[in-house]
């Protein structure tokens, strides 16, 4: 919690350079500051390498975790700031369901000149942001404070499916900074801890775009495997109070792989009069209700066991837009005779196997002799090689 955080921070290692906007080195007065904060709000604080958390949840907190929407981004941090000059002011606006300061990994004492703070209501969060953007909280120093933007959201593939979101998250931890949440889905079909794939929250923007820079540069391993296919998730948003009070389905899961529409509606009998649908999708269904009371009561007269699972009951998210239209994936064409038309400059076509256009092995087979081309070298991608052959493709037999 905080005193063991605060100890290991503020021990010997304190950075004796003076930071940046004049500042003053972290020092053992700050540390005491933190603690009497602590001591008198009750809220905890956890120091990690990258980042410190404080709060979350506050003492006796029994509401919600708040949603995106209650979150704000504050800028222009001096380096050496610390939660005893920041808490003050922002909880003067409304209760602060946590705060995170981002710290440079390398340098615990230094902050990276931001941190994020989640209000417990996002009328809280809206109140802060008119009342505190440009605050002075220290002379000459002007806080920026506003909505926190930018997906915070990666998608990636060839995960170890015998993993639990814990043991992910620890192991992610040690590749990148601000892993804040591992999202995976069971696969009760193959009985495994996951489906080869996750989702990972981070902790701001900029972070999950370091990490997807990093996974693309160079090859990152996980429990022994290539972290493949990072890509942008598409972000989570909340229904609106509005969207909710219309939702009339629930969704249940997770089911026994073979439970049919038949067993989820007799399981529901006693709402027989009440059901417009139901809706089976390998683990999970979806009920379908004339009324919003009608989901109401399912949800807590139902039992909570279907064909020897135990599931979860609750209401739908509401469908969303349209969804976006996947760019066709890039075709190389081949002609008549055979001929590779090559989307790359020099190589316009070369000579092939005339039956290797329908062949669905062909990428395999290509890159397979890319990498057993003359020298070891791609010609496709490598400019010395293409020049050395006076800027045409070979028509050697190693194609």
Not at 126 to 134: F, W
Not at 173 to 192: C, H, M, P, Y
Request: overall charge negative; hydrophobic content about 30%; aromatic content about 8%.
């Amino acid at each position: 919690t905080g005193s063991s955080g605060i100890n290991a921070e503020y021990g010997d290692e304190c950075n004796p350079e003076a930071t940046e906007n004049g500042t003053e080195p972290t020092s053992e007065p700050v540390k005491t500051k933190v603690e009497e904060l602590l001591e008198r709000t009750g809220y905890p604080l956890e120091i990690t390498a990258n980042c410190r958390t404080y709060g979350g949840p506050p003492p006796d907190y029994t509401g919600d975790e708040p949603t995106c929407k209650s979150q704000i981004f504050i800028g222009r941090l001096p380096t050496d700031m610390r939660e005893d000059e920041l808490v003050p002011v922002f909880e003067a606006v409304g209760r602060i369901y946590v705060l995170r300061i981002i710290m440079e990994r390398d340098q615990p004492n230094t902050n990276r000149g931001y941190a994020f703070l989640y209000y417990c209501t996002p009328e809280e969060a809206d109140s802060a942001i008119k009342q505190l953007d440009n605050h002075e909280i220290r002379p000459g120093v002007h806080l920026k404070v506003c909505k926190s933007e930018g997906n915070r959201r990666l998608y990636m593939g060839n995960v170890h499916k015998d993993k639990t979101a814990e043991e992910l998250k620890g192991e992610l931890s040690n590749l990148f900074s601000g892993v804040e949440r591992v999202t995976i889905q069971a696969d009760t079909v193959k009985n495994a801890n996951n489906r080869g794939y996750m989702f990972v929250d981070f902790l701001d923007h900029k972070l999950a775009v370091d990490a997807k820079k990093a996974c693309t540069s160079n090859k990152k391993i996980l429990f022994g495997r290539w972290i493949r296919n990072v890509d942008w998730a598409e972000t989570q948003h909340s229904p609106s109070e509005t969207d909710i009070k219309t939702i009339k389905a629930l969704h249940i899961a997770p089911l026994t792989v073979g439970t049919t529409e038949e067993q989820i509606r007799e399981h529901f009998s006693s709402f027989k009069e009440a059901i417009t649908d139901v809706q089976v999708v390998r683990e999970f269904a979806f009920v379908h209700f004339k009324t919003r009371e009608d989901a109401e009561r399912a949800v807590t007269e139902v039992g909570k066991e279907i064909n020897g699972s135990t599931v979860t009951i609750q209401f739908a998210n509401p469908r969303g837009g349209a969804k976006k239209k996947r760019k066709p994936p890039m075709r190389t064409s081949f002609g008549a005779q055979g001929n590779l038309q090559s989307p790359y400059p020099n190589f316009d076509s070369f000579k092939g196997p005339e039956h290797r256009g329908a062949d669905p092995n062909m990428a395999m087979w290509m890159a397979k002799k890319r990498r057993t081309g003359p020298g070891g070298g791609d010609p496709w991608f490598d400019p010395s090689y293409s020049n050395q052959v006076g800027g045409s493709n070979p028509t050697g037999s190693w194609w």
